[in-house]
């Protein structure tokens, strides 16, 4: 795995970290905003994201997850409940002029470490929330979670090393969450070797559309407020980007994926 330059790096947790309300209508909430989704079957979507907080690979230099760019520090969260977030999600639709509710993301972080989530999305459907997705690494289904097409689960897996071997490598999901999984998305890395320079074998039979996209290389560290873009040639280190955003080109021509990027690194939003 190519070397990365790790940003915001935090703990490891697990479902036992949020033990402490599991009975309430609570969450760990890290960030309520307003963008365009960038990546996956929905990009370019306006879409409102809230951002839990804490992941079970928080770690990310140990957890094969190194280029991670994203800040869901575990520590820092707010203990919300489902009204207080529902409240804060639509303060920041007052931006905009349309009075529909857009797509609702729930990101990470991760997830589905925090069991009320299935009570949050089934708190969303009474609220005539239209469209919930959720982004996840898979490596997890919470329980209850709605089975309906209204509530959409997007899993990026990432790879862990083999307690036999030593080696990097994808696992095969369980199969309830092949089950209930809508599309994967991958990260792509062009150098050989990595274990993200192709996605895994097992895609070719899971049943769900394969989204691949390229890891963004980052040259230092972002500051706090600062919101990257492939445009800062001082941030990003583009000679390795642009090498993996060809590579997963010539991948998806060459085997048929879906090909996805992180588009909003192009407009300069969250």
Known sequence: MGEHVIQNPDINVGPGSYKGFANDELLVVGEPFYTIQGE?????HPALFVRLAGCNRGAKDSMGCAFCDTAFQFNLGRVLTFNQIELELLDRLQVSVTSKRPMLVITGGEPIMQNNLAAFCHYLLMHK????QIESNGDRLVPGLPETDSVRLVVSPKVSRNPTTGEWEYRE?????LARVNSFKFLIEAIAGSPYNMPPRWTDTCGSPVYISPITHYARPVVAGEHPTLWNHRLVDVPRTRANYTYAAE???RYGYRLSHQSHLLWGVP
């Open 40 to 44: 996956g079957p929905y990009a370019g």
């Open 129 to 132: 929330w239209p469209l919930i």
């Open 173 to 177: 999901p369980k199969p309830a969450m």
């Open 251 to 253: 991948l998806a021509m």
